[in-house]
């Protein structure tokens, strides 16, 4: 049996958020979320039958605008094209503004280490380039 790509990426976190609307009257809709090592999954249903979005870690600039009301805490999840996405949670369940930056963070740290040993590989792959800028050197 083949596993999807969703399934074989760790789950951190699991749980009801509320989603404002990208409508004029922009009510807030209860959403079930499923936030992975890669992405934050965003349901239309309870039963995670209908994935209505997908927002990848790579495509999220930063979590902003935290901010705490006697019932809920709202947050805002820039992407890298500058779109903002607002959610609110209950006052109980706090935590999803700081386990989605904690993914972030993890996301692009890993990133940051892969691209590192690429260009490693990369500069060690080929020795008469390495050799040249040696032979530069004063």
């Known amino acids: 049996m ?14 009801e958020l509320e989603k404002r609307s ?4 922009q009510f807030w809709k209860r959403k079930t979320c499923v936030l992975t090592t890669d992405s934050l999954n965003i349901y ?16 999220i600039k930063k979590v902003d605008c935290v901010e705490r009301t006697g019932k809920f805490v709202y947050f805002t ?3 890298t094209d500058n ?7 209950s006052g109980d369940d706090n935590c999803w503004n700081a386990v989605i930056t904690m993914a ?14 690429t260009r490693q590989d990369d500069e060690s792959g080929s020795p008469g380039q390495h050799e040249s800028r040696m032979a530069r050197a004063p």
């Open 77 to 79: 999840i820039v992407t």
């Open 104 to 117: 972030l963070i993890d996301f692009q740290n890993r990133k940051a280490i892969q691209d590192f040993k």
């Open 22 to 25: 990208d409508n004029l009257l």
């Open 44 to 59: 239309a249903d309870t039963q995670k039958r209908t994935k209505s979005k997908e927002l990848k870690l790579q495509s």
């Open 83 to 89: 779109k903002e996405i607002d959610f609110r949670c």
């Open 2 to 15: 083949k596993m999807s790509a969703e399934q074989i990426s760790e789950v951190l976190k699991e749980g």
